[in-house]
């Protein structure tokens, strides 16, 4: 099971380089998925923006961005954790893609777009920050754009996770038991606002600016 860790970076380990076959497989895996979202009219990803207590219109709150791959109705479970290579946190690379489910396995992830093969321990997955409601927005919108523009976005005010309303305790159990969200799936139920990638589409045709569309899903 990996334990990936946020924020925080050590020394990589070895990284070792797919074989082209290996490459050939996770396209195939990649090719499928995208034809079945498409089919379906799914968002490719969702977005989440996680929220503590306390949070303020006006004052920077605590909170964390986490990536989700739309798979359920691909592989029969829930959504897939997208993280992000470390490339470039570790001065290794200029490389902080998004490492998609297919590219998990053992372990071990492999980054597509500049072809290292990491730890899991090594990976993270969370945006960790404290913002104003402006600052969420452009951050929102900033990985909006980096993922293709085929995002559903989700506000989730996480409340008494074990006593505790830490917002950073409740993203590392989402990763530490690997339950692709289930482990707050309940103290959510009733604090979760969706904002869905047609939605997006329809309301921006219409002349809405992005960033003022978000900022106005946030502010709701």
């Not at 334990?3 to 990649?30: A, C, F, N, S």
């Not at 604090?191 to 960033?211: F, H, P, V």
Request: charged share 30%; proline share 5%.
């Amino acid at each position: 099971m990996m334990h990936p860790k946020p924020v925080q970076y050590e020394e990589p380990g070895p990284i070792r380089i797919l074989t082209d076959e290996e490459k050939d497989t996770l396209q195939k895996k990649k090719t499928a998925l995208d034809s079945l979202l498409a089919e379906q009219q799914i968002a490719k990803y969702k977005i989440d923006l996680n929220l503590g207590r306390g949070f303020s219109l006006i004052k920077p709150s605590h909170g964390a961005l986490t990536f989700w791959e739309s798979g359920k109705k691909f592989h029969g479970g829930g959504d897939c954790k997208l993280y992000i290579c470390p490339g470039k946190e570790r001065g290794i690379s200029q490389c902080d893609a998004f490492i998609p489910d297919s590219s998990q396995g053992q372990g071990f992830l492999f980054c597509p777009k500049c072809d290292n093969v990491w730890k899991g321990e090594d990976v993270g997955g969370e945006i960790l920050a404290r913002l104003t409601p402006k600052g969420w927005a452009e951050a929102m919108m900033k990985y909006f754009i980096k993922l293709e523009l085929n995002c559903d976005l989700r506000i989730k005010y996480v409340i008494d996770i074990g006593g505790k309303a830490d917002i950073r305790i409740a993203a590392s159990k989402e990763q530490e038991r690997e339950l692709r969200g289930e482990a707050l799936e309940i103290p959510r139920q009733k604090n979760t606002r969706i904002y869905l990638m047609k939605d997006i589409i329809r309301d921006t045709a219409a002349g809405a600016e992005l960033y003022q569309r978000i900022l106005a899903f946030i502010t709701a």
